[in-house]
């Protein structure tokens, strides 16, 4: 496991306001939320970026988005709408070199995005 925020997170060293987890992936609330809802959805797997996806990924991350649109329905954005982001790299802002899904909802958004 890399030595992320995130990576802290998973193996429990520093605390979060966890919503999901199973054995490969787990879902928190965003420390810095953007929105009235945002939770952040990561692999267990330490997959730095989108870069870094690998074919042997792939139900991994299609993971992350069912677990997304089933946060989605408990927290009640499913109908009013959500946004799902992964921001990869420095022109994105990617801050967590731990790969993440936001679910961001709650409020409306802007397209495109600034
Ligand atoms: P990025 O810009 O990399 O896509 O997003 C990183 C996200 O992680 C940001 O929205 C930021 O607020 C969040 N974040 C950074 N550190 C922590 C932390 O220690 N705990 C939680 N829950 N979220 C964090």
Known sequence: ????????????????????????????????????IHILIIPKKEIPTANDIQEEDAPLIGKLFIVAKKLAKEF????????????CNKDAGQAVYHLHLHLLGGRKFTWPPG
Request: hydrophobic share 40%.
């Open 76 to 87: 009640g954005v499913d109908e009013s709408g959500y946004r799902l982001v992964i921001n």
């Open 1 to 36: 496991m890399g030595d992320t925020i995130f990576g802290k997170i998973i193996r429990r060293e520093i605390p979060a306001d966890i919503v999901y987890e199973d054995e490969e992936v787990l879902a928190f609330k965003d420390i810095a939320p953007q929105a009235p």
